[in-house]
């Protein structure tokens, strides 16, 4: 059973491109959850999915962020109009979505940096 | 804020000695998480105690939870050094499955 899957691993941007992140969730989870983790930082949490829906995007910047988790394929958190700001690690977790399941299991990110 | 805390944000110790971290936060939690990344990494999921367990114990990982004082410590026992890493603790709000983590403690362990 693979683990939670990230791709891609590092991504080099330029200031005002799109940066377009995957997340594959673990077989048999249906939630996805989106950190972001600055440089000598804990993780801050962003937004939760479930499929076709976004159930918690508290965390999410108002511009420029969003994210989607669609009926087939892996979640999508998409950056438009990058800043240097933007830099960091952003780590995707999967969970069963059962309540007594709710352990959350993280991909490896991947480490954007903006130009 | 639901964030935890660790403290100390930094320990150093040498391989064979015992590590304790500490982790505090400020409301009611469903559960409390230990993660711990290795410089770069990713997060590797270590110990989840919940709100109505006091400790757990995992190989040379023990945790306890204070609900009454809203703080965790793990200890780690016997170091390696492979040890060496950050460690986070991770709350949840009640209900809610987003969690919220600290700045970590800084584990060194010296051969």
């Known amino acids: 059973n693979a683990g939670v899957m990230q791709n891609p691993r590092h991504l080099v941007r330029r200031r005002g491109q799109e940066a377009r992140l995957r997340c594959s969730p673990m077989k048999g989870h249906s939630h996805v959850y989106w950190y972001r983790q600055l440089p000598e930082e804990g993780l801050k949490f962003m937004v939760y999915l479930q499929k076709e829906n976004i159930i918690d995007e508290s965390g999410m910047p108002k511009e420029r962020f969003s994210a989607e988790f669609p009926k087939e394929g892996p979640s999508i958190l998409r950056i438009q109009q990058v800043v240097r700001g933007d830099s960091a690690a952003y780590f995707c977790a999967s969970s069963p979505g059962r309540e007594d399941e709710d352990e959350q299991f993280f991909g490896p990110g991947t480490r954007l940096t903006v130009l | 804020s639901q964030q935890g805390e660790e403290d100390p944000q930094a320990l150093s110790i040498q391989e064979g000695e015992n590590a304790t971290m500490n982790c505090s936060y400020k409301?009611?939690?469903?559960?409390l998480q230990w993660y711990r990344q290795n410089s770069g990494r990713g997060l590797v999921h270590l110990i989840l105690?919940?709100?109505?367990?006091r400790e757990k114990h995992s190989g040379r990982l023990r945790v306890t939870l204070d609900t009454s004082k809203k703080s965790s410590s793990l200890l780690i026992t016997a170091s390696r050094a492979a040890d060496t890493a950050s460690y986070f603790c991770a709350t949840d709000a009640y209900n809610f499955n987003k969690f919220y983590f600290g700045s970590g403690t800084k584990l060194n362990v010296k051969p």
């Open positions: 409301t009611s939690i469903n559960n």
């Open positions: 105690i919940r709100s109505n367990e």
